[in-house]
């Protein structure tokens, strides 16, 4: 079990940039797969981006695509979000989350997906 605290949300006007930090406490951390999954009003929460335990992999949805960077640093017990440039559908919660099972792929699906933190918002305004 891993305690995620996400920081970092706040409201940009379109075309800006926020980086997204996820703090892993109470276990260990570089072992697990990460992955940042977001949630719109009215809408399921969707996958955005996830990463390998040791950073050399990572995948993203067709929505950031180009725009979305995760990146790690294990020493730290962190994950991060560069998000660049901003939409305003990009409007959401988003949320990181930890695969503590080990995986030839990375998961894109929550049911994947074992601890997650508690959110942080992010608006984009037009």
């Known amino acids: 079990q891993v305690q995620l605290v996400e920081s970092g949300g706040g409201l940009v006007q379109a075309g800006g940039s926020l980086r997204l930090s996820c703090a892993a406490s109470?276990?260990?951390?570089?072992?697990?797969?990460m992955g940042w999954f977001r949630q719109a009003p009215g809408k399921e929460r969707e996958f955005v981006a996830a990463?390998?335990?040791?950073?050399?992999?990572?995948t993203y949805a067709d929505s950031v695509k180009d725009r979305f960077t995760i990146s790690r640093d294990n020493a730290k017990n962190t994950v991060y979000l560069h998000m660049n440039p901003l939409k305003p559908e990009d409007t959401a919660v988003y949320y990181c989350?930890?695969?503590?099972?080990?995986?030839?792929?990375?998961?894109?699906?929550?049911?994947?997906?074992?601890?997650w933190g508690q959110g942080t918002q992010v608006t984009v305004s037009s």
């Open positions: 989350a930890a695969d503590r099972g080990w995986k030839r792929f990375l998961a894109v699906v929550d049911q994947e997906y074992d601890d």
């Open positions: 109470g276990r260990t951390f570089s072992n697990y797969a």
């Open positions: 990463i390998s335990w040791n950073g050399e992999h990572a």
